[in-house]
């Protein structure tokens, strides 16, 4: 059974940083990975993401800010948020496909979604 469980979410100060992580497991190859985030009343959208070569896509509001890595595990995503704003605040999902080609930066595209971590940043 294919899981991803993220962690490290939290409250913080504007500019500060946070990382959030991610473990698949189940997946057996190293898969295309994403982080997406969704606001209250907002639709889902990506943040970031890699493929197994580390190639990387961000999305406009966040580059320069964030980097998306993967671990030494097989299927292990971070993602390194610096100088948050408040409207960074929402509910981050760590995403997978089920192959490692390179997708757009669009939810359409992944299969395999977590539970999510919460995110808020105050000014």
């Known amino acids: 059974q294919v899981r991803l469980v993220e962690s490290g979410g939290g409250s913080v100060q504007a500019g500060q940083s946070l990382r959030i992580s991610c473990v698949a497991s189940g997946l057996g190859v190293s898969v295309s990975m994403g982080w997406f985030r969704q606001a209250p009343g907002q639709e889902r959208e990506g943040v970031a993401n890699?493929?197994?070569?580390?190639?990387?896509n961000y999305a406009e509001s966040v580059k320069g800010r964030f980097a998306i890595s993967r671990g030494d595990g097989q299927n292990t995503l971070f993602l390194q948020m610096n100088d948050l704003k408040p409207e960074d605040s929402a509910m981050y999902y760590c995403?997978?496909?089920?192959?490692?080609?390179?997708?757009?930066?669009?939810?359409?595209?992944?299969?395999?979604w977590g539970q999510g971590t919460q995110v808020t940043v105050s000014s």
């Open positions: 995403a997978a496909r089920t192959d490692s080609g390179r997708a757009p930066l669009n939810k359409h595209f992944y299969s395999l």
């Open positions: 890699i493929d197994p070569n580390g190639n990387a």
